[in-house]
């Protein structure tokens, strides 16, 4: 059975920075595209960023050169390190893992950016 765990969200005032935690279990995440996604009320869910198994990184670009996506294969862990962050960024984010045919999801953390 798969199961994706994440951690590290919470409240945050604008330009504060926190590192989101996803723990992988029943599935190896170095031989899946891992993702983080984000999803805000009344809104569609959105990529935020995505490291392939070659290592490969993309990201949105509303969250280039803030946000880094990081993966430790020994740990079976994937994280999300986000800098310089914005009201707009408040979502739930949610840890993916993608492998031919199938696509799990995490139950998703909550990130509130407010003064």
């Known amino acids: 059975q798969v199961q994706l765990v994440e951690s590290g969200g919470g409240l945050v005032q604008p330009g504060g920075s926190l590192r989101l935690s996803c723990a992988a279990l029943g599935i190896v995440c170095s031989i899946a595209v891992m993702g983080w996604y984000r999803q805000d009320s009344g809104k569609e869910r959105e990529s935020v960023a995505v490291?392939?198994?070659?290592?490969?990184?993309n990201y949105a670009d509303s969250v280039k050169g803030r946000f880094a996506i990081s993966r430790n294969n020994a740990k079976n862990m994937v994280y999300l390190q986000m800098n310089g962050l914005k009201p707009e960024d408040t979502a739930v984010y949610y840890c993916?893992?993608?492998?031919?045919?199938?696509?799990?999801w995490g139950q998703g953390t909550q990130v509130t950016v407010s003064s």
């Open positions: 993916s893992a993608l492998v031919p045919g199938m696509r799990f």
């Open positions: 490291i392939t198994s070659g290592g490969q990184i």
